[in-house]
């Protein structure tokens, strides 16, 4: 049996060392970090890879934690960075396309979206091209805007809506098409 | 954010996939060696403050004796007159002259308890 233990005590015994609480906490959140890891990995070793190293730096930093916001948000931001530094960002041209030419996404996508499992839908986005897949991830799932992508990534906010717009249309297609295979 | 990508978000955002137990074996052999790193560093760092306070103890202590050495030979007037060799026939002459007085006085004390007899 698990004995109670507040996040600061669990906190306070991994800085510690106590290698029994970094297990406890790798367990807490592992899983919802290599959900993380297999959206921006090309394959499942490369995710397993960034699971890894993240982990390893959220274990050297936890004495720099302030206590301020989530926890789960500080890890998610330390896995986030490692996946970006692993990930080659060489994919993302600096091309900006008329963005006029893509039609927004039908209500019927977002349907089909949600009937989707969890695994299909991951499947589908680490399909996508390198430089669409991460835009689309930092925006779409993450949360950033436009403006931190292109500080992020060091490209400008026009790049980064072009590829994000580019992505969407992709996912469109490949819904469209696992739609078909599952019928 | 379109309605597309809030569903996206909704279904991937706490989504616990599997993870191999071999994820966390290799994350314990990298904090376990990094670990073993800082103890060897700790080590090597008190090892490297070991020999540097031997050497500064050393250079002080016989540096220090040198240099009294250096005073109390400089004090020693044949020294600051003489040349080295000259200083040892000065010795030589000093230990002889004592010599000849140490004589000089059992001689005169044999000659003195002689008289006294007679």
Known sequence: MTEHISERQLISKCIAGDRMHQKRLFDMYAGKMMTLCLRYGRDHLEAEDMLQEGFVKVFRSLNTYTFKGSFEGWIRKIIINTALNKVSKKYISNEINNLDNIEPISADYTEILSMLSEKEILKIISDLPEGYKIVFNLYAVEGYSHKEIADLLGINEGTSRSQLAKARKLLQNKIEAFKKVSL | ?118
């Open chain 2, 1 to 118: 954010m379109t309605q597309f990508d809030s569903t996206i978000r909704e279904k991937l955002e706490n989504f616990d996939s599997p993870v191999a137990d071999s994820v966390w074996q290799r994350i314990e052999m990298e904090l376990v060696e990094e670990n073993n790193n800082k103890v060897l560093g700790f080590y090597w760092m008190a090892g490297l403050l070991v020999i540097i306070g031997i050497t500064i103890g050393a250079f002080l202590y016989f540096g220090g004796n040198s240099e009294a050495q250096e005073i109390q030979t400089a004090s020693t007037p044949a020294e600051q007159v003489d040349e080295a060799d000259n200083n040892i026939i000065v010795t030589d002459s000093y230990i002889m002259t004592t010599k000849s007085i140490e004589t000089k006085d059992s001689s005169f004390i044999k000659n003195m308890k002689a008289l006294s007899k007679k």
